[in-house]
């Protein structure tokens, strides 16, 4: 009895500490504000986003998507290709918020951010042909585009043109996602594949730009 009794509790025990290890602390937004002033100097104090400094809108994204990226640029595996310009200066400003302790209340800041308004169209992309080939996109992405953290496709609903561009051709041109441990990168890069060319690339650029609206 007392044997079974021990392996009972060893169990119980064993299973609290794997669940305490895969819980994140959720992070404190007014901590986080303060990280993020170094953001708001590129992504807007909204987190709105700015073409003219080539930073994406990261208001309105998942908390699980922000954490999963920041992590990747602080370990390397993303933002280290050579021809990812704008992803190798991501990588450094991801290290204020180095630790899981600042990168949760960063996150826990921008996702308190109100939603960003759509982006304007300025690739010339036909939104009308895009919505043909985003059925394939809205199998992980959702219908109107806000995510499904299940399946680890994050919201994409709203996001520039230019941006969601920039990221389908550095998939489809082996930039990104080539990491050995980019493992949801990977993925991408063969829905990024469907897209024949650059202008059925900025036709489902210009859809998802529209969507939510």
């Not at 600042?102 to 109100?114: F, G, N």
């Not at 690739?123 to 199998?139: E, I, K, R, S, W």
């Not at 995510?147 to 609903?157: D, H, M, V």
């Not at 389908?168 to 990024?192: E, S």
């Amino acid at each position: 009895m007392k044997l079974k009794n021990w392996v009972a509790t060893g169990a119980a025990t064993i299973l609290s500490i794997a669940l305490a290890l895969s819980t994140h602390a959720a992070g404190d937004p007014a901590k986080g504000r303060a990280l993020y002033a170094t953001c708001a100097s590129c992504h807007g104090a909204n987190g709105e986003g700015n073409q003219a400094l080539n930073a994406p809108a990261i208001a309105g994204q998942q908390d699980w998507y922000l954490t999963r990226q920041l992590k990747n640029y602080q370990d390397g595996i993303r933002g280290t290709h050579s021809k990812d310009v704008y992803g190798m200066q991501m990588r450094p400003m991801s290290m204020v918020v180095w630790g899981e302790t600042k990168t949760a209340d960063i996150v826990a800041y921008i996702t308190s951010l109100p939603d960003p308004e759509n982006a304007s169209v300025t690739l010339g992309g036909d939104p009308t042909v895009g919505q043909a080939n985003y059925m394939v996109c809205a199998a992980c992405h959702g219908a109107n585009g806000e995510g499904n953290q299940a399946l680890n496709a994050p919201r994409i609903a709203g996001q520039f043109d230019w941006y969601t561009h920039r990221q389908l051709m550095n998939w489809k041109n082996g930039v990104r996602g080539t990491h050995p441990k980019d493992m949801y990168g990977m993925q991408m890069i063969g829905m990024a594949a469907t897209l024949v060319d650059e202008t059925a690339v900025k036709n489902i650029s210009a859809y998802i730009a529209n969507l939510g609206k």
